[in-house]
Nanobody, 126 residues
């Protein structure tokens, strides 16, 4: 099992930037893929970005491609999400999640991840 704690959320104006962090503990961090998801009020949780265990592969939702960057530092047991050019539609609770399976592509669905953080609120004002 993996414990995940997100940080870095807040309020920002449209066009601004935020950087989220997710600290992991438990199982060896470099042994599993990580993902970021978000859930806006009244909507389903959706995939934002994923990164392979080595950091060599990444995958993004079309809605954030070119604006968000996922990265990880396995020495610090931390995954990051740099968010630029934020828009009001990016407002949501952002969650990091761990995919503990050691095979297959980066997963883009909620069911592909077993352990989740509690989330951090990101609010983008217009």
């Amino acid at each position: 099992q993996v414990q995940l704690v997100e940080s870095g959320g807040g309020l920002v104006q449209a066009g601004g930037s935020l950087s989220l962090s997710c600290a992991a503990s438990g199982r060896t961090f470099s042994s599993y893929d990580m993902g970021w998801f978000r859930q806006a009020a009244g909507k389903e949780r959706e995939f934002v970005a994923g990164i392979s265990r080595s950091g060599g592969r990444t995958y993004y939702a079309n809605s954030v491609k070119g604006r968000f960057t996922i990265s990880r530092d396995n020495a610090k047991n931390t995954v990051y999400l740099q968010m630029n050019s934020l828009q009001p539609e990016d407002t949501a609770v952002y969650y990091c999640a761990a995919d503990l399976r050691d095979w297959g592509p980066i997963r883009t669905v909620v069911a592909g991840y077993r352990d989740w953080g509690r989330g951090t609120q990101v609010t983008v004002s217009s």
